[in-house]
């Protein structure tokens, strides 16, 4: 796509850090991003007149925003080389946070998620999903066409299993869950034989009775109530059934802004963070749920888009990796608010209030900002001039 | 070009293509079923939605008034609502620190700052700033001024209006009038259609057995209903509740839906019961356990039904007081219990009336039928005697002076004449041992022993032993002056009695003036009556010239009074002599003292009875209650109707 072919630097000299990247930020995903951002704080402002406590979410939503964009444009300035260069330290402080959580965290509605420092508290795994991104893109990087061999192969689930193992442990299904799809389509862009894919999903097909008896109670009975909703309408059905009937009741147009009841009147529970989508749909319809599911299209297209065009296969993995991390929370989270998957914490990038998750959202955008500022630097064909992975020189 | 370095293959941009298209299918699947949940089925969940938001916020109904007569002035109110004022606070409705409204409210009322301020920070913490905390119940109206009075130095004070059932007389006719309590959950079960947990349900005598026109139809408003919360209805000074500003206890605003339904108040019940004659009643049994029922002759009306001791339904109605309560419904003697219907003495004397009318009416005797007294009674020469109550005897005498004169002897000659088969179809024939007809709930029998009954009784006991259970002469004799098996309540005697006022028609006494007036055919012949009443109208005389007879107490200058006295013996006579001097005798076993009375020449003709337990002598306990209440009635009544002909001097009571 690109035509012009400008060695800025020789092999293994690159610049971790360009401010000129701001200048070539594609616009494209940006005006996506305002616009799902935009929608976001619009569709808050409508939760938060339920919520008689002063909080203004909705202004909250706005400045973590702000905060995002810049974290976004401070991350496009990166050399992407240089961020994936960080996978294996990254990774491995998350592991242990992760470890001192199982040890020493703060319990919170029956998980062990939280780490407090001082007035700080995080979850360290909110964090583990992009490490483990670095980490694999770090991982396929460093050995290149040898993914072919199974033992290579492999050691790419313990990278993701690590970590899935330790969220799990929390316990926390929806985070854990999402490190299967990164790693799995990573690892089939980098270029894996696609039997020893296969063989693995079969084979964690075949485990999936196994992993049944690991369940918590409370899970599997979110896991029976996708299945008939209706059993127990006031208990574990609840969730779902609200849910499906603040968006079916929105109809083809919605019932209008500021004009949902379900939601207003309190039926719908945690309708800011994760069941926001409903709130949307209620409100706007089918025509803004498919709309707002348009938009996020767009942004995974773009990114993509950035995957083919990168001119290192660094920025591929990376690429493919944040988009299935962002793709995986939005299509999970809209299929629990309408009843296709059982109840699980994933938050929808961009609507549900949350600066944690606000954050990672920002990072992947800058992410994929930074791999698509490199596109033009070197002809594509040009890939074997330019080093995929960065020296510490 | 060096594109075959090892880092890149041929295949990533197929490998990329793939990924976008599975994330583009995962987008159509979802996007279907998007379209199936909110356009296929759009309106059904839109419907669900709706429920959801709208919520039935009923508005409870006043109960119906009961209805009286005073001194035979109509429509006097014996039981309606009145509205009860319930001093509340919202704190979200306060714009200055609570704790200084509390302070005032201790001041003013006299309430406990401390526990307010604690129950509005225990609001406070559930985020129901909206919730009308109840800092007292039912402030009395002057109170409820000082609180508007003070209105501005009191926000988020105001007061909410709700119907409480008040009886205008207190304790006069309670038992009649019945009392409330809540709903309980078996009941409820069979009745949700118009019933609510919580709700008051009439437990006994009228408030019972009118229950379904009494309680009023509910109304209904539909407001938008959160999830949490509970409806904050605030009212106007008369009880209806406001529409505008509603909000919930979370604050969530209220919208009505749609026009209010207003509740309909419970329908009226109308009673013939006159509670002036019911207040003097129930005043001249004071202190003694009895009953005095009295009936409109012609009519049947119950004017007056008063049972001792009674209770004040009012205490039912009060939240508190639960030992009170406790304390009435289970006090000896039995306050629950009306003893003019619900209640069985054996008849005495009175029988004797019965006997008469039967031997006249079937011939065994006529005026000039006479019988030798001689103070005792033998069967057979040798048997064991019956005495007469008075020892001396009578001597020689007819059925008037028997009747006059209480002679028992003479009753026990007609008796065996009759034979018992005769006596207890005729008791059955003038309303004796079995139920009036009273609208009122569980009156019982009574009971007239008849041969049947004996054999019914005794046979299974003693199947091989006839003797045990066949009915003897004795047995007769025993049952021809009232005593025995036989036992009535006092209005079947007011009912007896009424058939001698009116010309021989059995009545049915009714209280509700809706309640269809029935009346027998005549059972008993113009001949007859006159020979009784002859009789019973020389029992009330006072002599000289004539002699003087049972019921001269009862006798009224100027007004033809016919009356017989008993006194029903509950004990074995032996037992009572044991104590030598009738004074001596222990009250508990000492006899009943029955008076039953009537009225001819007077309008309305009346009949009543008067059973005081214990009393001893009919004469002495019983017959000068009868002058008094007869005396009350009728002078009251008088009164009363020349007060409307000169017009109310003061307003209405």
């Known amino acids: 796509m690109s035509t012009s072919v400008m060695v800025e630097q020789e092999a293994g000299h690159i610049r971790p850090f360009n401010l000129r990247n701001i200048k070539r930020t594609d616009l494209w995903l940006a005006a996506c991003v305002v616009a799902l951002a935009v929608i976001g704080i619009l569709v808050l402002y409508s939760a938060n007149r339920s919520v008689s406590s002063g909080t203004n979410f909705y202004l909250k939503q706005a400045a973590f925003f702000v905060g995002g964009c810049g974290v976004a444009l401070f991350l496009c300035c990166f050399d992407h080389r240089f961020l994936v260069s960080l996978g294996p330290v990254v990774f491995t402080v998350c592991c242990g946070l992760l470890v001192a959580v199982l040890v020493v965290g703060a319990e919170v509605k029956g998980g062990q998620r939280w780490l407090h420092f001082g007035p700080f508290g995080f979850q360290p795994s909110e964090y583990t999903k992009l490490a483990v991104v670095l980490m694999l893109a770090w991982y396929f990087t460093a050995i290149g066409r040898k993914i072919e061999r199974l033992g290579y192969f492999l050691l790419a689930f313990v990278i993701g299993g690590i970590p899935a193992i330790l969220i799990f442990k929390e316990p926390d299904l929806g985070t854990a869950a999402t490190l299967g799809p990164i790693t799995v389509a990573m690892l089939y862009v980098a270029g894996c034989k696609r039997w020893h894919l296969l063989a693995v999903v079969l084979t964690g097909l075949a485990a999936a009775p196994i992993a049944w008896t690991q369940l918590e109670d409370y899970q599997r009975t979110r896991v029976m109530t996708i299945m008939d909703p209706g059993a127990d309408p006031q208990g574990s059905g609840y969730h779902t059934i609200q849910s499906m009937i603040t968006v079916g009741s929105g109809g083809l147009r919605g019932k209008g802004y500021l004009d949902g009841t379900q939601t207003y009147l309190s039926y719908l529970p945690e309708h800011h963070t994760d069941f926001i989508f409903s709130l949307l749909a209620e409100e706007f319809g089918f025509v803004g749920g498919v709309t707002v599911l348009g938009l996020f299209m767009l942004v995974f297209l773009r990114g993509l888009q950035f995957a083919r065009n990168s001119v290192d296969m660094t920025g591929s993995y990376l690429a493919v990796g944040v988009v299935t991390l962002l793709a995986f929370h939005v299509f999970v989270n809209i299929a629990i608010t309408i009843g296709m998957m059982p109840v699980t914490g994933l938050p929808l990038p961009f609507l549900s209030y949350g600066g944690s998750f606000y954050l990672t959202t920002m990072t992947s955008i800058g992410i994929l900002f930074s791999i698509n500022a490199r596109r033009g630097m070197f002809d594509r064909l040009d890939r074997s001039r330019n080093p995929s992975r960065y020296r510490w020189v | ?653």
Request: charged share 25%.
């Open chain 2, 1 to 653: 070009m060096d594109s075959e370095r090892k880092d890149t293959y041929a295949g990533l941009d197929r490998r990329i293509q793939s990924v976008a298209l599975v994330l583009a299918g995962a987008a159509v699947v979802l996007s279907l079923r998007l379209w199936d949940l909110q356009v296929n089925h759009g309106a059904e969940y839109r419907g669900k939605s709706d429920q959801n938001r709208l919520r039935i916020q009923r508005l409870e109904a006043p109960r119906g008034t009961i209805y009286g007569q005073r001194d035979g002035i109509a429509d006097v109110v014996l039981a309606d609502n009145r509205p009860v004022h319930d001093l509340m606070f919202v704190p979200a409705d306060c714009d200055i620190d609570p704790r200084v409204v509390c302070d005032r409210l201790e001041r003013i009322l006299g309430i406990d700052a401390g526990r307010l301020m604690e129950e509005i920070a225990a609001a406070e913490a559930v985020r129901q700033p909206h919730k009308q905390i109840l800092i007292r119940r039912d402030v009395p109206i002057s109170a409820s001024a000082r609180i508007d009075e003070y209105a501005y130095a009191l926000p988020g004070v105001f007061t909410v209006v709700r119907p409480m059932r008040r009886y205008a007389y207190g304790r006069t006719a309670g038992q009649l009038i019945g009392y409330l309590g809540e709903i309980n959950p078996q009941e409820l079960q069979k009745r949700t259609d118009r019933y609510r947990m919580g709700d008051l349900i009439g437990r006994s005598g009228i408030e019972r057995l009118y229950e379904e026109t009494l309680h009023g139809t509910e109304g209904k408003m539909l407001v938008t209903r959160y999830a949490v919360g509970v409806p904050q209805i605030r009212t106007d000074p008369y009880g209806r509740p406001r529409v505008e500003n509603l909000v919930d206890s979370y604050g969530h605003d209220l919208r009505v839906e749609e026009a209010i339904l207003r509740p309909i108040s419970g329908g009226d019940i109308y009673v013939t019961l006159d509670i002036g004659v019911q207040a003097k009643a129930e005043e001249l049994l004071e202190g003694e356990e009895g009953a005095i029922a009295m009936l409109n002759a012609d009519t049947g009306a119950v004017l007056a039904l008063a049972s001792s001791p009674g209770y004040d339904p009012s205490i039912f109605v009060a939240r508190s007081g639960n030992n009170e309560r406790l304390k009435v419904l289970r006090d000896k003697p039995n306050r629950m219990l009306h003893r003019a219907y619900q209640e069985r003495y054996a008849p005495g004397s009175i029988f004797k009336i019965v006997l008469a009318i039967a031997a006249l009416e079937e011939g065994v005797i006529d005026t000039s039928t006479t019988h030798y007294c001689p103070g005792k009674f033998r069967i057979t020469p040798n048997g064991r005697p019956w005495h007469c109550w008075k020892r001396s005897g009578h001597g020689t005498i007819g059925v008037v002076n028997a009747l006059a004169f209480s002679c028992d002897v003479f009753f026990y000659n007609v008796g065996l004449k009759l034979g018992v088969d005769k006596i207890h179809e005729w008791a059955l024939r003038l309303g004796l041992g079995d139920v009036t007809g009273l609208d009122m709930p569980l009156e019982i029998t009574g009971l007239i022993p008849s041969r049947q009954w004996k054999e019914d009784l005794l046979r299974p006991k003693h199947p091989k032993e006839p003797w045990e259970y066949r009915w003897y002469p004795g047995d007769t004799v025993n049952l021809s002056i009232g005593q025995g098996a036989a036992s009535v309540t006092p209005l079947q005697i007011a009912v007896l009695m009424s058939a001698i006022v009116n010309g021989g028609h059995r009545v049915r006494p009714v209280l509700n003036r809706e309640s269809a007036v029935s009346r027998s055919d005549a059972v008993v012949t113009p001949d007859t009556l006159a020979i009784i009443r002859e009789g019973l109208l020389k029992c009330v005389e006072k002599g000289p010239p004539a002699p003087t007879g049972t019921g001269h107490a009862a006798y009224i200058e100027g007004t033809m009074v016919i009356g017989k006295t008993a006194s029903a013996q509950n004990v074995s006579l032996a037992h009572q002599e044991q104590y030598g001097d009738e004074e001596n005798i222990p009250k508990g076993i000492r006899d009943h003292a029955w008076f039953v009375a009537g009225v001819l020449d007077r309008e309305p003709r009346i009949a009543l009875c008067i059973l005081v337990e214990h009393g001893h002598h009919g004469s002495s306990a019983a017959a000068p209650l009868a002058k008094e209440l007869i005396d009350y009635f009728y002078s009251s009544r008088a009164a009363a109707s020349v007060k409307l002909a000169r017009g109310p001097e003061s307003p209405a009571q």
